[in-house]
C-alpha cells in the first residue's frame, strides 16, 4: 500500500517570495513521484515527475522538487512566486506494477500582492 | 488538440435517479482512470482500466460501475444516484512506464 502527506493545507505568500510545498510519501516498493497543480474549475495539469536518476527535478513554470529517499520527501519549491502560480498543488505516487496514482488531499497556494 | 474529453461537464440529479458520465481519449493510452475529488479530500480513485477489456475496484467503488468499451473509451455509471455522490468527478489516461496522468477537464455532478 502507499500514502501520501502533504504537510500543509494552505499556504500563503507574498509576490516574489520563495515557497515550498512539503510532501512525504510511504511505499513498500520503488515509487514514482509527480506534482500536479488546478487552476480554479480546471482539470489536473502535470508540473513535473520523478521516474528514476537525478533527484532534483525542474518542471513547468520554475518549479522543482528534489527526491529524498531517505526521508521519504518529494518537496515542491519555487524560488520567487507570481500572482499566478495561486492554485491547488497535488502531490502524488506511484508505486509496483499497476500504476495507480495515490494522491495527497493537496495544498492551497495563494500568492498575495 | 489531443486529451482526454469528458462528457457532460455539468449535471444535476434527483436522489435515485441514474446517469452515465462519459470518457474518450485520443493518444493510445492503454490505462484509463476515474476518481473523484471532494473539498479536503484530494483525488480518490473510483475505478480503473489497466487495459482494455479489464477493469479493477480502486479506494471507492460502491455505488458506481464502470464500462470499458474499447480502448478510447471508458465511461462511469451511477446507478440510483445519492447526494453523498455530489462531486467533481475527473476522468484519466495513461501510458504504463511514461509515468504521469492525463486529466480531462471533469464532470462536475450535484445529486439532490
Known amino acids: 500500500a502507499q500514502s501520501v502527506t502533504q504537510l500543509d493545507s494552505q499556504v500563503p505568500v507574498f509576490e516574489e517570495a520563495p515557497v515550498e510545498l512539503r510532501c512525504n510519501y510511504s511505499?513498500?516498493?520503488?515509487?514514482?513521484l509527480f506534482w500536479y497543480v488546478q487552476y480554479p474549475n480546471q482539470g489536473l495539469q502535470l508540473l513535473l515527475k520523478?521516474?528514476?536518476?537525478?533527484?532534483l527535478v525542474k518542471g513547468i513554470n520554475g518549479f522543482e522538487a528534489e527526491f529524498n529517499k531517505s526521508q521519504t520527501s518529494f518537496h515542491l519549491r519555487k524560488p520567487s512566486v507570481h500572482i499566478s502560480d495561486t492554485a491547488e498543488y497535488f502531490c502524488?505516487?506511484?508505486?509496483?506494477?499497476?500504476?495507480?496514482?495515490?494522491f495527497g488531499k493537496g495544498t492551497l497556494l495563494t500568492v498575495n500582492p | 488538440n489531443a486529451g482526454v474529453t469528458q462528457t457532460p461537464k455539468f449535471q444535476v440529479l434527483k436522489t435515485g435517479q441514474s446517469m452515465t458520465l462519459q470518457c474518450a481519449q485520443d493518444?493510445?493510452?492503454?490505462?484509463m482512470y476515474w476518481y473523484r475529488q471532494d473539498p479536503g479530500m484530494g483525488l480518490r480513485l473510483i475505478y480503473y482500466?489497466?487495459?482494455?477489456?479489464?477493469?479493477d475496484k480502486g479506494e471507492v467503488p460502491n455505488g458506481y460501475n464502470v464500462s470499458r468499451l474499447n480502448k478510447r473509451e471508458f465511461s462511469l455509471r451511477l446507478e440510483s444516484a445519492a447526494p453523498s455522490q455530489t462531486s467533481v468527478y475527473f476522468c484519466?489516461?495513461?501510458?504504463?512506464?511514461?509515468?504521469?496522468?492525463?486529466f480531462g477537464s471533469g464532470t462536475r455532478l450535484t445529486v439532490v
Open positions: 484519466a489516461s495513461s501510458d504504463l512506464g511514461a509515468g504521469g496522468y492525463t
Open positions: 511505499s513498500s516498493v520503488s515509487v514514482y
Open positions: 520523478y521516474l528514476s536518476g537525478s533527484t
Open positions: 502524488a505516487v506511484s508505486g509496483g506494477s499497476n500504476y495507480k496514482l495515490t
Open positions: 493518444m493510445n493510452h492503454n490505462s
Open positions: 482500466s489497466a487495459s482494455e477489456g479489464t477493469t
